[in-house]
């Protein structure tokens, strides 16, 4: 009976233990990811300070898991020829997520997964849509690439292999269904007015954005 008491109190010691560290530990990793959220939107404001409000709009989405959004930039001109942009935040510096953005001033990405699909229109050739996958400090990897060619003539490839057109929506769909995509364009888009910058350190869950299905 002895020992069982003994090993009944040693568990209780290491719950009481486990829930003190937990309670010293939880608001200080609270606090620093709070910390890192801060200089990651005053780094954004720095940014869209630089920039022709006449121009540009912009949103606060999550790309990957953590606390911290990203920044889009988009056109104010939804033509074939502008790129949206997107911005990480890491270690001090602001990262572009190069081959994240798309055609018309659009982002589309999988939200909470670091997954964005560049697509674009190819005049003379084509639609192009390609999958990369990012890291926090800006690394993309290319995930799988889905071009549907009309000229000369209609032909579907996938990583630059020639597929049947039933071939081609079926691997396009499994994509979609790991990675469920939104877009975010003009629409979803905020002014750059001075008030708007400025409250992105004050209040920047108002400026976060899914954006619409794609």
């Known amino acids: 009976m002895e020992?069982?008491?003994?090993?009944?109190?040693?568990?209780l010691v290491a719950t009481l233990t486990l829930c003190m560290l937990f309670t010293l530990f939880a608001p200080a990793a609270n606090v620093t990811a709070a910390s890192k959220r801060t200089k990651a939107l005053t780094a954004y404001q720095k940014k869209l300070k630089k920039l022709d409000?006449?121009?540009?709009?912009?949103?606060?989405?999550?790309?990957?898991?953590?606390?911290?959004?990203?920044?889009?930039?988009?056109?104010?001109?939804?033509?074939h020829a502008v790129y949206g942009e997107i911005y990480t935040y890491n270690n001090?510096?602001?990262?572009?997520?190069?081959?994240?953005?798309?055609?018309?001033?659009?982002?589309?990405y999988s939200p909470k997964k670091s997954v964005a699909c560049n697509s674009s229109w190819i005049n003379g050739y084509g639609a192009v849509s390609t999958f990369y996958r990012f890291s926090k400090t800006g690394k993309s990897t290319k995930l799988k690439r889905f071009d549907a060619i009309v000229n000369p003539k209609t032909s579907y490839k996938i990583n630059?292999?020639?597929?049947?057109?039933?071939?081609?929506?079926?691997?396009?769909?499994k994509m979609e269904k790991k990675y469920p995509l939104k877009q975010i364009s003009l629409k979803n888009a905020f002014n750059l007015?001075?008030?708007?910058?400025?409250?992105?350190?004050?209040?920047?869950?108002?400026f976060v954005v899914t954006g619409a299905k794609y």
């Open 3 to 11: 020992k069982i008491k003994i090993s009944k109190q040693r568990i």
């Open 53 to 79: 409000s006449k121009i540009y709009k912009f949103a606060l989405v999550y790309l990957d898991k953590d606390s911290i959004p990203e920044l889009v930039i988009t056109s104010k001109k939804s033509i």
């Open 92 to 108: 001090g510096k602001l990262k572009n997520l190069k081959y994240a953005g798309s055609d018309f001033g659009q982002f589309i």
């Open 160 to 173: 630059n292999k020639k597929v049947s057109k039933k071939k081609y929506y079926a691997e396009y769909k």
């Open 193 to 206: 007015t001075t008030k708007n910058i400025k409250n992105i350190t004050k209040n920047y869950k108002s």
